[in-house]
Each structure stands twice: as C-alpha cells, then as structure tokens.
C-alpha cells in the first residue's frame, strides 16, 4: 500500500541552524501538508500546497518557514534560523482529489526535530 | 474558525469492554468531515474512521463506530471489544470540503487498556 515517507526520522540542530525536513508524498496525490505536534500537545496544521504554491498557511508559518517541491515527488519545509521552541514532531500529509471522498490525509510518520 | 473539543484528556477501560471517546465542534458551515486518528507510542497519525456530515448513518468500521449527532455538533468514538493494541492517543479532527482544507484538531484524549 502506497504510503507518506519523511526523513530523517529526527533531526538534532542548534538553534539559529537551518533544517529543511523532507517528505515525498504518495505519488497520485495533490495536496500536500505541514503539520506539527509539540510534545504532549495537539497537533497543529502548518501549512497547504496545491498546484505548486501554498494554498493556506497558519499564523505560525512565519517568515522563517518556507515549503517548496523542488521536482515531482519530493515535498520539503524549510526552517530558516531554528528556535528552541520549534522542537516538534513534524507531520508531512498528502491528500488525493476523490469526488465523493473524504479527501483523507494520509500522515508520514514524521520527523522529530530537536533544537538545542 | 473551526473548533474541536476533546474533553476527557484520559480514559480507561478493561480489555474486551467498550469505551466511548467523546468529541464536541464548532462551525459554521453545514457540510464538512470528521474524523478520529489513532496516534500509539511510535506517534504515527493513522485514521480510524471518517464520518461525511451529509450522511446521517453512523460510519462503523469494525470495533469502531461513531455517534454522529450534528445538531448538537457531537461526534464520539466507540471502541468494541477493546484490545490491548487500541491503547494510544485518539484525536478528533474536523475538516471542511473546500479544496485543500486542513484538518483541526482536538486536543486528545489518552487511551489505557487494562488486561
């Protein structure tokens, strides 16, 4: 069964580094997602992307945040000069378009970053 | 803006009994999705059961089944015959039909198993 992959797995940097977490959504799909999980907290939505440019992004999607697909199949989120408080498990998603579908997320299984 | 409320931040129940996890939502808008994910230790988000608000026959999908009540905008998950492999983070998620919605999320609620 297709399926959402992201690397790394996790990912330690200090802060004021740049990290760039990468996801390769299933390959039919079109939508494509960022979301992020604080530990022990809800999961947040970051940002949307459809027909190569972002389709909706949430107030913590600053200026230091950017999401690019660079070729077909890879989707990446960009942290510029990283934060202590932007440690989180990061979720990439990606969605088909179905008619009559529950345009379901399909959720990769995240990359942890740790900022020290 | 879309709300989800999850109110019990933990349960339990005895394995083989059943559980209701509940979830309440706010929105404005008369057609959406609701969803309940699954999240275990190794924090991979893995759907369990997708209810379209147009429908008003509960979606079901093995042990699992919801309550689906949209005039008072509740949506609770019942969890049959729990095992010890349902123990996770169960998250209530609301999402819109419009294009490329994001999904809201609630705030979880911890599932124990008791063997």
């Known amino acids: 069964e297709p399926e959402v992959t992201q690397t790394p797995s996790h990912q330690v940097t200090q802060m004021g580094q740049e990290v760039i977490l990468r996801c390769v959504p299933i390959?039919?799909?079109?939508?494509f997602y960022w979301y992020r999980q604080i530990l022990g907290q809800k999961v947040e939505f970051l940002v949307s992307f459809y027909n190569n440019e972002i389709s909706e992004k949430s107030e913590i999607f600053d200026d230091q945040f950017s999401v690019e697909r660079p070729d077909g199949s890879n989707f990446t989120l960009k942290i510029r000069s990283t934060k202590l408080e932007d440690s989180a498990m990061y979720f990439c998603?990606?969605?088909?378009?179905?008619?009559?579908?529950?345009?379901?997320?399909?959720f990769g299984p995240g990359t942890r970053l740790t900022v020290t | 803006a879309q709300t989800v409320t999850q109110s019990q931040p933990e349960m339990s129940v005895q394995e083989a009994e059943t559980v209701t996890l509940s979830c309440t939502y706010d929105t404005s808008e008369s057609d959406y999705y609701l969803f309940w994910y699954k999240q275990p230790p190794s924090r991979q988000m893995i759907l369990v059961i997708r209810q379209e608000a147009y429908k008003q026959q509960n979606a079901t999908e093995n042990r699992f089944s919801v309550n689906f009540q949209k005039a008072a905008k509740s949506f609770s998950l019942k969890i049959s015959d729990s095992q010890l492999g349902d123990a996770a983070m169960y998250f209530c998620a609301y999402r819109g039909i419009q294009g490329a919605q994001k999904l809201v999320f609630g705030q979880g609620t911890r599932l124990t198993i008791n063997p």
């Open positions: 390959s039919n799909h079109l939508y």
């Open positions: 998603a990606s969605s088909p378009i179905s008619s009559g579908g529950g345009y379901e997320q399909y």
